[in-house]
């Protein structure tokens, strides 16, 4: 028998060489390049469409421990992001050509994997099938799933930041340096506070694209820089431009982080946005240093669907109403490139449980995975928002504990758990 996996996204990826891991032979279904999103812009898997930052790998970050979790747990996708990481400070940054070309290349050379290009629009109820579509799902099989499920879907608006060329940066307005650290990771433009208040008078007064849904619903950790711009004065100084962590005082910071291996093109942090190309030339052109920036992307703005999974999932990932129908990565409501992987990741582990007959596994939920799981399978709110990993969402009994105990007590909790979830997975 054959399992089918809908979507070639992280999600999707991870869920097809996690089957085929398991002996198991898989369709992938990808529409690309027959059909592009709003915001895809090859025919790769895995393909990274917004930053190329995986975030943190501090462990005492949440993201940085999902990622330990998910590493420990043999996720596919993190061998990947780490063979073709990029300086970044703290945070996993990858090459994301070659990273999504290595992808590929995993899947189209494993005979296990049979790849089907095409625009899928329903799917039979009556066999096992991953659906990792992602949040730009399209229109008619996000209405098929509607139907058959019984479900809800929400949506939110995101937005992806510019890359520029480096050669037509002026790297003599620039600095190269991290914030907190002593590295070289990141590009960086000061900005006094004459050329700051010129960048906000016209940022907050420029063209945007109007998307065709008037209730703009934005997601708050991923925000339009422009919309933190209408907060106030000085709501960037306390967010993508903020000066604090370097020897020197600044009135603001612009950083660029680099996005390939050769270093040849840089992408602006913090900076998604919904202004129109002609405006983002012309206004993010005021940052010193990027006078006569070239760009190779510009930002833009598109529509992301996901799905009430505590109206539908159960805590395996599967929906309530067909076990075996699974569903993962963002479209299930979580938010971030590890918490997509690693819900494919767990997603893939269980389809091949099902078909093998063995108990499909349920994450501890004294794992930051496990935290997640419980919450966007089990939560109360009625629109909840996407859901990235944060300590937020582990178990209440932790919060007796000291704070900074805390998180060391959880962590420590988690390598336990996580290594017991490892040996049943690879029984």
Do not use: W
């Amino acid at each position: 028998m054959i399992i089918n996996v809908i979507g070639g996204g992280l999600a999707g990826s991870e869920a097809a060489l996690q089957i085929a891991r398991q002996g198991i032979d898989v369709f992938l279904y990808e529409m690309r390049p027959e059909k592009l999103t709003e915001a895809h812009k090859t025919s790769l898997f895995a393909e990274l469409v917004c930053s190329n930052s995986l975030g943190s790998l501090d462990m005492k970050d949440a993201r940085g421990l999902l990622k330990e979790e998910a590493k420990n747990l043999g996720s596919l996708i993190l061998q990947v992001a780490f063979k073709y990481s990029l300086p970044g400070g703290k945070a996993l940054v990858v090459d994301r050509e070659k990273f999504s070309k290595e992808i590929t290349k995993l899947i189209e050379d494993n005979p296990r994997i049979k790849v089907k290009r095409g625009e899928v629009t329903n799917f039979p109820v009556d066999e096992i099938n991953v659906i990792t579509t992602g949040p730009l799902t399209s229109f008619d099989l996000l209405c098929n799933l509607k139907e058959k499920l019984g479900m809800t879907s929400l949506y939110f608006f995101d937005a992806i930041s510019p890359i520029v060329t480096k050669e037509s940066l002026d790297l003599s307005k620039m600095f190269y340096g991290a914030r907190y650290t002593e590295t070289n990771d990141y590009l960086n433009s000061p900005m006094t506070e004459e050329e700051y208040k010129t960048f906000y008078n016209a940022l907050i007064n420029a063209e945007k694209h109007t998307p065709h849904d008037f209730d703009k619903v934005f997601f708050e950790a991923c925000l339009p820089v422009e919309e933190i711009a209408k907060r106030g004065f000085d709501s960037m100084r306390f967010g993508p431009l903020t000066p604090v962590g370097f020897n020197k005082k600044y009135h603001a910071i612009v950083q660029l982080r680099r996005e390939n291996i050769e270093d040849t093109l840089y992408e602006l942090v913090g900076f998604q946005t919904s202004l129109t190309y002609a405006e983002q030339k012309k206004i993010f052109r005021l940052i010193p240093g990027l006078e006569n920036a070239d760009f190779e992307r510009f930002g833009s703005i598109h529509k992301n669907s996901y799905v009430k999974s505590n109206e539908i999932l159960l805590s395996t990932l599967q929906t309530k109403k067909f076990k075996n129908i699974f569903i993962a990565g963002q479209l299930c409501g979580v938010e971030g490139y590890t918490e997509s992987t690693v819900t494919g990741l767990i997603a893939g582990v269980n389809a091949a449980r099902l078909l093998k007959g063995k108990e499909l596994v349920s994450v501890p939920q004294d794992t930051m995975l496990g935290s997640l799981i419980k919450f966007i399978t089990q939560n109360q709110l009625q629109n909840p928002q996407p859901m990235r990993a944060n300590f937020g969402l582990i178990p209440q009994e932790y919060f007796s504990i000291n704070k900074i105990k805390r998180k060391e007590v959880f962590i420590e909790k988690s390598k336990a758990e996580i290594e017991k979830l490892k040996e049943i997975i690879n029984e």
